[in-house]
């Protein structure tokens, strides 16, 4: 199995939005990721990208579509796509996966659904779910910190946080972020997989 993380551009956040009680004033660089997860004869993607960000300035942007074609890929090549939530930089370029069956909590799909062409193959979750049945250790997990049905994807023992987390500060420092909808989750992410047998891959940290 492989995990190849996809940077298609650069911008900066706030850190009140990075870090509970973080500076309104400070910004931090970060980056705009998405990952790739192959398996077997599966590409599968965590996540979309975006092509328009209103209101972030963005630098060295060049796109999801041309990040994944630097690893050879195609949106038609790729099988899967797990979302782990509806905000648009997670979802927008979803139209685009017109093979793949899609993975997605309930209540964020309720928030995206617009970004779904009508004939897509969705699969919607709750709490947990084993997307490809023969590759178990592949789970969406719904923590439900950063928005209601905010969900990582657990590789065994590596993660791929969404924006339960934006820094590895948060994890080090065991600092939940400043953009939540339910802070008690959001800490409680951040106390779980803080422990060191975690790998936790990040999608804007620079």
Same mark, same amino acid.
């Given at each position: 199995? %492989?995990?190849?993380?996809?940077?298609?551009?650069?911008? /900066?956040? %706030? $850190?009140?939005?990075? @870090?509970?009680?973080?500076?309104?004033?400070?910004?931090?660089?970060?980056?705009?990721?998405?990952?790739?997860?192959?398996? $077997?004869?599966?590409?599968?993607?965590?996540?979309?990208?975006?092509?328009?960000?209103?209101?972030?300035?963005?630098?060295?942007? /060049?796109?999801?579509?041309?990040?994944?074609?630097?690893?050879?890929?195609?949106?038609?090549?790729?099988?899967?796509?797990?979302?782990?939530?509806?905000?648009?930089?997670?979802?927008?370029?979803?139209?685009?996966?017109?093979?793949?069956?899609?993975?997605?909590?309930?209540?964020?799909?309720?928030?995206?659904?617009?970004?779904?062409?009508?004939?897509?193959?969705?699969?919607? @979750?709750?709490?947990?779910?084993?997307?490809?049945?023969?590759?178990?250790?592949?789970?969406?997990?719904?923590?439900?910190?950063?928005?209601?049905?905010?969900?990582?994807?657990?590789?065994?023992?590596?993660?791929?946080?969404?924006?339960?987390?934006?820094?590895?500060?948060?994890?080090?420092?065991?600092?939940?972020?400043?953009?939540?909808?339910?802070?008690?989750?959001?800490?409680? @992410?951040? $106390?779980?997989?803080?422990?060191?047998?975690?790998?936790?891959?990040?999608?804007?940290?620079?």
């Amino acid at each position: 199995m %492989k995990i190849t993380p996809l940077i298609y551009g650069y911008s /900066r956040m %706030k $850190e009140s939005m990075a @870090f509970i009680e973080g500076d309104p004033n400070r910004d931090l660089p970060i980056s705009f990721t998405f990952y790739l997860i192959q398996a $077997e004869s599966f590409n599968i993607l965590v996540d979309t990208g975006c092509t328009t960000m209103p209101g972030w300035e963005m630098t060295d942007f /060049r796109g999801p579509v041309a990040a994944l074609r630097e690893v050879g890929l195609a949106p038609k090549d790729i099988t899967h796509l797990l979302i782990t939530h509806a905000h648009h930089d997670h979802i927008e370029m979803a139209g685009l996966y017109e093979n793949a069956a899609v993975f997605i909590q309930k209540k964020e799909y309720e928030k995206g659904k617009k970004y779904f062409n009508s004939d897509a193959k969705i699969t919607l @979750f709750e709490e947990k779910i084993t997307p490809i049945p023969n590759i178990p250790n592949i789970q969406m997990v719904c923590i439900g910190g950063h928005s209601p049905g905010s969900c990582i994807v657990e590789i065994g023992n590596t993660v791929i946080a969404g924006d339960e987390c934006y820094t590895r500060r948060n994890l080090t420092k065991k600092i939940p972020t400043g953009s939540s909808s339910d802070p008690q989750k959001s800490r409680a @992410f951040i $106390e779980k997989y803080s422990d060191p047998k975690y790998t936790v891959l990040l999608c804007h940290e620079k």
